[in-house]
């Protein structure tokens, strides 16, 4: 078990299940410290407002501020207090942030201001948006769009429209339900699936996986050029002017090209297996601050075999542009195939910069995500914002969530930080099978506000317990319910655990969860996960608090039975369609409550959804 926080805090209530044999569970313990770093993001970067109900979807008028000063900052208020009771709501619950914070502060203008939701939610921009041409030159010739424009005019979306539309679904929709209609009404679309563009179709792309190629076929020291396979072959094209790309992508590409050059930096080789060529690029972009986190794929067994060719050039693209690089990372694979990344830390090398791309919670004014380039992060982390504060308002305040496939906790956190001056949530528990992602979930909270995620010491609610916990407190011996409840009853709020969807909820990860939140990767849930969800609901299974529990086999938990609300957020339409199906026609008794498609990646044929089931 891996502890990670502040030492000599109250001792960590998490563990992994001693019954659970094979399982690689690392529990980390969130205890706030109080170190806060800063870097000092660009000021005029924009954000979005929170805090409306969800009846107001679409209705809003236009608040952008801007966080170039603090004038700005108070007259931009000011402006918003007028505006709506949602948004004095909002205005008051930050003043009360502010106050209540008792980390040390950070620099006034160094956390950008949310105020720009109501905008990316408004019916009007959603609709110029979903006309509105992306006009790239690369159109046509490029894998990367299927549409240069009509972005929501795309396959996947009417498939999804008319699978949310289709009797099958209707027979399990709550809005069918409570109004008394028929369901037996086959529409290509009745209107329930509502479709938003939740950033701009241009320039939202803030992270890219380039594959490189040779420059020239004659000498392989002529440097690199960097690009997307052509449809149907393996030769490289080069998109320079990508107008999905953030610029400071293309600008990367530009000097990529420059330096590789300069330096005669050969290209990687599959065909010979020669070998200790560039193979790839990653580039991420810190919005902040418009830095590239950069990551070097050298086709090599260990960085030795890079060298000459990665100092030199590393060296180059520093003395080319100093200000544009966040950090440089290199990470050697020399498998064949088309896995870019191997989650093996020896193959990370960091050369340059901070470990961590920070990036602002996607709600109210304090509070960071850190990325490390071996996490995930989303492609348009913009349009993901929107989804995001979508997600945190479909969890009641006061619950207990448990959210898997978390990467580095940006549901969970965002849906703690939403409703924390409110109707705070009890606890929130991460998990994912990355390894990495415990440092950047470790690293967020560090930047949150300490009551946002710690239990108040004094009649708060008992800290986040799972079946593991209490078979090991049993399992020691120690009286565990003797313990003083005031120390049971201060702890973090906010966990982690690395573990498969599947492992983790077995070990109880869901158990006393009334929210669950998914958000699984392109091929949807694990089959065990589905399995769980798909049970009946068994009203005699104890609580998890209660030594009954203890009694029960495994095999009789249902490891999902206090869930009552599951928050699914899907990449891949097809996996979510049958996760779905089966889902509503289990005997679990889910009902669909809303389905919302996000063209989180203008131009191509993908579209990502929430839906959210209750049950009774
Ligand atoms: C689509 S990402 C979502 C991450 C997060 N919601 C976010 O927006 O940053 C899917 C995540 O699932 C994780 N993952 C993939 N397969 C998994 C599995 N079988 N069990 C647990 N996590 C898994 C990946 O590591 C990745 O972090």
Redesign the pocket.
């Known amino acids: 078990m891996l502890n990670v926080g502040a030492s000599g805090q109250s001792s960590p209530r998490q563990v992994s299940l001693p019954t659970m044999k094979g399982m690689n569970l690392i529990n980390v313990f969130l205890v706030i410290s109080t170190g806060h770093s800063f870097l000092s993001p660009k000021s005029s970067f924009h954000q979005r407002t929170i805090r409306q109900s969800p009846s107001n979807f679409h209705s809003q008028t236009l608040t952008v501020r801007s966080t170039s000063s603090s004038s700005s900052r108070s007259q931009n208020k000011k402006r918003q207090s007028s505006s709506n009771s949602g948004n004095r709501r909002q205005q008051q619950n930050s003043n009360k942030n502010k106050s209540s914070f008792s980390g040390p502060k950070p620099p006034p203008s160094s956390r950008p201001l949310l105020t720009l939701y109501d905008e990316q939610r408004n019916r009007v921009v959603n609709r110029e948006r979903l006309t509105k041409p992306i006009d790239c030159q690369h159109f046509g010739t490029c894998p990367g769009c299927i549409v240069n424009d009509h972005v929501g005019k795309v396959d996947v979306i009417r498939s999804a429209t008319r699978f949310f539309s289709s009797t099958a679904i209707r027979k399990n929709r709550l809005d069918v339900e409570r109004s008394g209609e028929d369901w037996v009404v086959e529409a290509e679309d009745d209107g329930f699936y509502q479709v938003v563009v939740p950033s701009d179709v241009t320039q939202w792309r803030t992270q890219a996986k380039l594959v490189v190629a040779p420059k020239s076929s004659s000498w392989a020291k002529d440097g690199c050029i960097f690009g997307l396979y052509q449809r149907g072959s393996h030769d490289v094209l080069e998109i320079p002017n990508c107008q999905v790309h953030h610029p400071s992508i293309n600008r990367a590409v530009e000097l990529l090209e420059q330096a590789t050059t300069k330096v005669g930096t050969p290209a990687y080789n599959s065909d010979s297996r020669d070998g200790q060529g560039l193979r790839y690029v990653q580039l991420q972009v810190e919005r902040t601050t418009g830095k590239i986190c950069l990551t070097l794929v050298f086709g090599a067994s260990d960085v030795k075999a890079t060298q000459p060719s990665l100092s030199r050039l590393t060296k180059e693209l520093t003395k080319l542009d100093p200000d544009l690089w966040h950090s440089m990372w290199c990470h050697t694979n020399d498998a064949a195939g088309n896995n870019i990344f191997s989650r093996n830390t020896k193959n990370w090398h960091r050369l340059s910069g901070p470990e961590f791309v920070r990036e602002p919670l996607p709600v109210g004014e304090f509070g960071w995500l850190y990325f490390s380039p071996l996490?995930?992060?989303?492609g348009n982390m913009e349009g993901?914002d929107i989804l995001?504060n979508d997600v945190a308002r479909a969890v009641p305040g006061g619950s207990r969530v448990c959210?898997?496939?978390?990467?580095?906790?940006?549901?969970g956190l965002t849906s703690l930080a939403y409703h924390h001056d409110t109707e705070p949530l009890e606890w929130v528990r991460c998990?994912?099978?990355?390894p990495a992602?415990p440092r950047c979930f470790t690293r967020s909270i560090q930047s949150i506000p300490r009551e946002t995620i710690e239990h108040p010491k004094q009649n708060g609610p008992a800290p986040a317990l799972t079946l593991g916990d209490i078979r090991k407190q049993m399992e020691s011996g120690d009286d565990f319910w003797d313990v003083d409840p005031s120390t049971r009853r201060f702890g973090p709020k906010a966990t982690y655990t690395v573990?498969?969807?599947?492992?983790?909820l077995k070990s109880g990860q869901a158990l006393g969860a009334n929210v669950m939140?998914v958000?699984?990767?392109?091929k949807g849930l694990?089959d065990d996960v589905l399995e769980e969800l798909c049970k009946p609901f068994n009203p005699r299974q104890p609580n998890v608090e209660s030594p009954n529990m203890m009694t029960l086999e495994d095999y009789y938990v249902n490891w999902t039975n206090d869930v009552q609300t599951l928050i699914y957020?899907s990449?891949g339409f097809d996996a979510l369609a049958r996760d779905a199906e089966k889902l509503l026609s289990s005997p679990a008794g889910w009902k669909l409550e809303s389905a919302t498609g996000y063209v989180l990646f203008p131009g191509t044929n993908h579209v990502e959804t929430l839906c959210i089931f209750q049950r009774e």
Not at 375 to 378: D, G, I, N, T, Y
Not at 519 to 522: A, G, M, S
């Open positions: 996490a995930f992060r989303q993901f995001a959210e898997l496939y978390a990467g580095v906790g940006l549901l998990s994912d099978e990355n992602n573990a498969s969807a599947g492992y983790a939140i958000d699984p990767p392109r694990e957020v990449c």
